[in-house]
């Protein structure tokens, strides 16, 4: 059974900060991991999303990466900013087709402080 | 971008009544749905997948007599909480398949729904 890690749970850091964010899986049998923004009320927001066959993905000041082999994701965010407070989960995907082979994160949960 | 529309976002009930949850796929046709439920502070969990048109389908452990799902049009799927007790209390949020080239790789979520459970 694929079981996915986030660490650490919360974090906090001041603007500016470059910061990164851990997802570790158990099965790396995935066609591909995503990573997702929850904020209250308003759903999940998807981030990025890295197919197995790719090492990185990046979307501005943004930047997932993916280690198949060894089971880990990183989420690297750059010049953090009070804006990107917020839940992030990652999520990988052991099924062809997304959504039903998609297994949750516990997340972590991003306070930066302005 | 694809939008799900989930209403309610929250609601409070009485222990033994049912609630009931709508998702809607706002610009594209989803046929296929799926429904999480979220406990504080612990990961989205799915319930079940629903297919426009069949029946759902349940993970291990989830009552399907207790969350009735309907998913009778390719933008509505519904989820009903019967008979809510306060252990029922949660977020739940749905999903839908997006539309358009490699649709199958992409989720688009609604804004999720509270429910309390008193």
């Known amino acids: 059974k694929q079981e996915v890690t986030q660490i650490p749970a919360a974090l906090s850091v001041p603007e500016g900060e470059n910061l990164v964010l851990n997802c570790s899986f158990t099965?790396?049998?995935?066609?591909?991991l995503q990573w997702f923004r929850q904020d209250p009320g308003k759903g999940l927001t998807s981030l990025l999303l890295?197919?197995?066959?790719?090492r990185e993905q990046t979307s501005g000041r943004l930047n997932a990466s993916l280690d198949k082999s060894s089971g880990r994701s990183t989420l690297y965010i750059a010049a953090s900013q009070p804006g990107d407070s917020a839940t992030y989960l990652c999520?990988?995907?052991?099924?062809?087709?997304?959504?039903?082979?998609?297994?949750f994160g516990g997340g972590t949960r991003l306070m930066v402080k302005p | 971008g694809a939008v799900v529309s989930q209403h309610p976002s929250r609601v409070i009930c009485k222990s033994g009544t049912s609630v009931k949850i709508e998702c809607r796929s706002l610009d594209f046709q989803a046929t296929t749905m799926f429904w999480y439920r979220q406990f504080p502070k612990q990961s989205l969990m799915l319930m079940a997948t629903s297919n426009e048109g069949s029946k759902a389908t349940y993970e291990q452990g989830v009552e399907k007599d207790k969350f009735l799902i309907n998913h009778a049009s390719l933008t509505l799927s519904t989820l009903t909480v019967t008979s809510a007790h306060p252990e029922d209390s949660s977020f739940y949020i749905c999903?839908?398949?997006?539309?358009?080239?490699?649709?199958?790789?992409?989720?688009?979520f609604g804004s999720g729904t509270q429910l309390s459970v008193l």
């Open positions: 890295i197919q197995s066959s790719q």
């Open positions: 099965d790396s049998a995935i066609y591909n």
């Open positions: 999903s839908a398949r997006g539309g358009g080239p490699r649709s199958y790789e992409k989720l688009f």
């Open positions: 999520a990988v995907n052991t099924g062809k087709d997304a959504g039903n082979m998609l297994t």
